[in-house]
T-cell receptor
Framework: GEDVEQSLFLSVREGDSSVINCTYTDSSSTYLYWYKQEPGAGLQLLTY?????DMKQDQRLTVLLNKKDKHLSLRIADTQTGDSAIYFCAENNRNFNKFYFGSGTKLNVKP | DAGVIQSPRHEVTEMGQEVTLRCKPISGHDYLFWYRQTMMRGLELLIYFNNNVPIDDSGMPEDRFSAKMPNASFSTLKIQPSEPRDSAVYFC?????????????FGDGTRLSIL
């Protein structure tokens, strides 16, 4: 079955850039997503990228996709303490409304 | 706009009791998903519906778990009898019918504790 992997933890200082990485196995993925989960809340969609794109930028967020290596990354510029959360990558497969989520990366931003 | 609404937010009950979790999807969304989140297993898809019909329930852990969607605006996830290992956060999500660009919108979850 599909497999989505992420590192579990990332710690950065306020003002630095954060890069959260994700690898996936399903070559038929059409869209890949980044979600953010704050404590006690559900998952909130941050951004997504179509599989024929290499990069997508949205304000402080930059998504890079290497389809050959099945590698997805999320870069957060000028990381703030409010960015502390768990970040999930997700991909869809041929059943396009069924998502596969990674285990989540807990981002800790130190002041 | 109202998002996905789940109730209750917290539930604490003794093992053996029946537990019913409720979800109201976003109006107009065709798909509804139930997930379970634990530290050990992360986020697991339990079941999803399309137009009120269960499409894939392969993630439902046991016969003690059942889900229904009697209409487009309401779904329940029931555990009977409940066990301590069912303790988790249960999320409901909904999405529009579409090809990939339709993200899933999540509720705030129900934190379930079985004593």
């Amino acid at each position: 079955g599909e497999d989505v992997e992420q590192s579990l933890f990332l710690s950065v200082r306020e003002g630095d850039s954060s890069v959260i990485n994700c690898t996936y196995t399903d070559s038929s993925s059409t869209y890949l997503y980044w979600y953010k989960q704050e404590p006690g809340a559900g998952l909130q969609l941050l951004t997504y990228i179509f599989s024929n794109m290499d990069m997508k930028q949205d304000q402080r967020l930059t998504v890079l996709l290497n389809k050959k290596d099945k590698h997805l990354s999320l870069r957060i510029a000028d990381t703030q303490t409010g960015d502390s959360a768990i970040y999930f990558c997700a991909e869809n497969n041929r059943n396009f409304n069924k998502f596969y989520f990674g285990s989540g990366t807990k981002l800790n931003v130190k002041p | 706009d109202a998002g996905v609404i789940q109730s209750p937010r917290h539930e604490v009950t003794e093992m053996g009791q029946e537990v019913t979790l409720r979800c109201k999807p976003i109006s107009g969304h065709d798909y509804l998903f139930w997930y379970r989140q634990t530290m050990m297993r992360g986020l697991e898809l339990l079941i999803y519906f399309n137009n009120n019909v269960p499409i894939d329930d392969s993630g439902m852990p046991e016969d003690r778990f059942s889900a229904k969607m009697p209409n487009a605006s309401f779904s329940t996830l029931k555990i009977q009898p409940s066990e301590p290992r069912d303790s988790a956060v249960y999320f409901c999500a909904s999405s529009l019918k579409g090809i990939g660009t339709q993200p899933q919108h999540f509720g705030d979850g129900t934190r379930l504790s079985i004593l």
